[in-house]
């Protein structure tokens, strides 16, 4: 038949499929002394691979703690089993997928925003179609592919904008010099502000023969989003070096150790975090900064500006049925030190946790002060306004009963 042969090891290869390939095979082997007989048959079946009878738009748009459901049905034979994943995701995305094979996010959050694949498999083969989930009314996401090119007493940052959260984003780069003996005076990070719509920025008067360290920060009207990745740049032309998230252990002088002992206790107001300073750290230290994710998701910073002399930070505001890992980085000069360890949360089960703003117990004492006497001077004035309208009101009765007291008095005469 045309589109059909043999190849050399017995074996037979059918081009096209189709109704004339059906039907029951057996193979018989031989040579010059004869055979030994048939093999065992065996029944060729045609069958239908997977293909897609409804497809998922290629983009999604909504806001942040709604329900999206996105659509993905395949049909073959025999019916292929129809699975989601993010692309590029590496725990739980935190998405359900309902009997219809729809991919449903119930609620929507930050983190299952990007881009989403569903596969449909069967027996002959494996299809599948991809579709961008765009979660609005967040703060924005990180930058990405951020680089520096050094130049002479300068360098030119660059990097790819994350995406905005659905609001307008302003981004800045903050840089600090890499110091491997400190000076008594303090250092922080300095960070200069980006020209609306840049994508770099060209950071100059740098000190000629010493490393320094970039980051990008996005922020839009939600907050900021989590720094960018921390890139090592040393001015007159040295190789740019990408700082790993963990760097392997090395012998080196450790000027600055991670908060200690981090712990997370459930309390009436919200989940009461309590750590130990560092145990080495070579200046002063200058402060904490408090990170946190959710569902596996991004790092980002809840609170960076914590005083050096607390230690312990209560986060009210969780959300019921989520999980949240904490964590702790400290500041002493120009130096960050290394994250400290991760405390897990679960609110799965419990009750909302409240808010800043439905607890007057925690507002700030000047805070507190001014609403209350605000409530106080309200409530003086409608107390005089009311006994302004009582007078008022009396002194126009008098009048009038006056006036028909004169008129009484000449109808008599």
Same mark, same amino acid.
């Given at each position: 038949?045309? $589109?059909?042969?043999?190849?050399?090891?017995?074996?037979?290869?059918?081009?096209?499929?189709?109704?004339?390939?059906?039907?029951?095979?057996?193979?018989?082997?031989?040579?010059?002394?004869?055979?030994?007989?048939?093999?065992?048959?065996?029944?060729?079946?045609?069958?239908?691979?997977?293909?897609?009878?409804?497809?998922?738009?290629?983009?999604?748009?909504?806001?942040?703690?709604?329900?999206?459901?996105?659509?993905?049905?395949?049909?073959?034979?025999?019916?292929?089993?129809?699975?989601?994943?993010?692309?590029?995701?590496?725990?739980?995305?935190?998405?359900?997928?309902?009997?219809?094979?729809?991919?449903?996010?119930?609620?929507?959050?930050?983190?299952?925003?990007?881009?989403?694949?569903?596969?449909?498999?069967?027996?002959?083969?494996?299809?599948?179609?991809?579709?961008?989930?765009?979660?609005?009314?967040?703060?924005?996401?990180?930058?990405?592919?951020?680089?520096?090119?050094?130049?002479?007493?300068?360098?030119?940052?660059?990097?790819?904008?994350?995406?905005?959260?659905?609001?307008?984003?302003?981004?800045?780069?903050?840089?600090?010099?890499?110091?491997?003996?400190?000076?008594?005076?303090?250092?922080?990070?300095?960070?200069?502000?980006?020209?609306?719509?840049?994508?770099?920025?060209?950071?100059?008067?740098?000190?000629?023969?010493?490393?320094?360290?970039?980051?990008?920060?996005?922020?839009?009207?939600?907050?900021?989003?989590?720094?960018?990745?921390?890139?090592?740049?040393?001015?007159?032309?040295?190789?740019?070096?990408?700082?790993?998230?963990?760097?392997?252990?090395?012998?080196?002088?450790?000027?600055?150790?991670?908060?200690?002992?981090?712990?997370?206790?459930?309390?009436?107001?919200?989940?009461?975090?309590?750590?130990?300073?560092?145990?080495?750290?070579?200046?002063?230290?200058?402060?904490?900064?408090?990170?946190?994710?959710?569902?596996?998701?991004?790092?980002?910073?809840?609170?960076?500006?914590?005083?050096?002399?607390?230690?312990?930070?209560?986060?009210?505001?969780?959300?019921?049925?989520?999980?949240?890992?904490?964590?702790?980085?400290?500041?002493? $000069?120009?130096?960050?030190?290394?994250?400290?360890?991760?405390?897990?949360?679960?609110?799965? $089960?419990?009750?909302?946790?409240?808010?800043?703003?439905?607890?007057?117990?925690?507002?700030?004492?000047?805070?507190?002060?001014?609403?209350?006497?605000?409530?106080?001077?309200?409530?003086?004035?409608?107390?005089?306004?009311?006994?302004?309208?009582?007078?008022?009101?009396?002194?126009?009765?008098?009048?009038?009963?006056?006036?028909?007291?004169?008129?009484?008095?000449?109808?008599?005469?």
């Amino acid at each position: 038949l045309p $589109g059909w042969s043999v190849r050399p090891d017995g074996s037979i290869v059918i081009a096209t499929g189709n109704d004339d390939a059906l039907g029951v095979y057996a193979c018989t082997p031989y040579n010059s002394y004869g055979t030994a007989g048939e093999s065992q048959p065996t029944r060729v079946l045609l069958k239908d691979p997977p293909a897609f009878a409804v497809c998922p738009k290629e983009e999604y748009f909504q806001e942040v703690g709604r329900e999206l459901v996105i659509p993905c049905v395949a049909h073959g034979d025999p019916p292929p089993a129809v699975t989601w994943l993010k692309v590029g995701s590496v725990g739980k995305s935190g998405a359900q997928v309902d009997g219809n094979s729809s991919l449903v996010f119930r609620p929507l959050v930050k983190e299952q925003h990007g881009v989403w694949e569903c596969t449909a498999t069967n027996q002959v083969a494996s299809v599948s179609t991809t579709t961008s989930v765009h979660v609005l009314g967040t703060s924005p996401h990180a930058v990405t592919n951020v680089s520096v090119l050094p130049l002479l007493l300068a360098a030119n940052i660059s990097w790819e904008p994350g995406f905005d959260g659905g609001y307008f984003q302003r981004f800045s780069v903050w840089y600090t010099p890499l110091v491997k003996h400190p000076p008594r005076a303090h250092h922080d990070w300095v960070s200069l502000s980006v020209p609306v719509g840049a994508q770099h920025l060209l950071v100059e008067n740098l000190q000629p023969d010493m490393s320094y360290q970039f980051s990008v920060l996005a922020q839009n009207k939600l907050g900021s989003g989590p720094f960018s990745q921390i890139v090592t740049s040393v001015p007159r032309g040295f190789p740019v070096t990408t700082v790993p998230p963990e760097p392997p252990a090395m012998t080196m002088r450790v000027f600055l150790s991670p908060p200690q002992a981090l712990t997370a206790n459930e309390t009436a107001r919200g989940v009461l975090l309590q750590w130990e300073p560092p145990a080495q750290f070579s200046v002063a230290l200058s402060g904490y900064a408090l990170e946190l994710r959710q569902d596996k998701g991004g790092w980002e910073v809840l609170d960076r500006s914590i005083p050096s002399t607390k230690t312990q930070v209560l986060v009210p505001g969780l959300i019921k049925d989520t999980f949240y890992e904490f964590r702790l980085v400290a500041f002493a $000069g120009s130096y960050i030190s290394d994250p400290s360890n991760t405390v897990n949360v679960s609110t799965a $089960g419990m009750e909302v946790y409240p808010s800043r703003t439905q607890l007057p117990e925690l507002l700030p004492q000047p805070v507190l002060a001014g609403v209350i006497g605000g409530i106080c001077f309200l409530s003086v004035a409608v107390i005089f306004s009311t006994m302004a309208a009582c007078i008022m009101n009396r002194r126009r009765a008098t009048r009038i009963q006056k006036r028909r007291q004169g008129r009484s008095w000449l109808a008599g005469c």
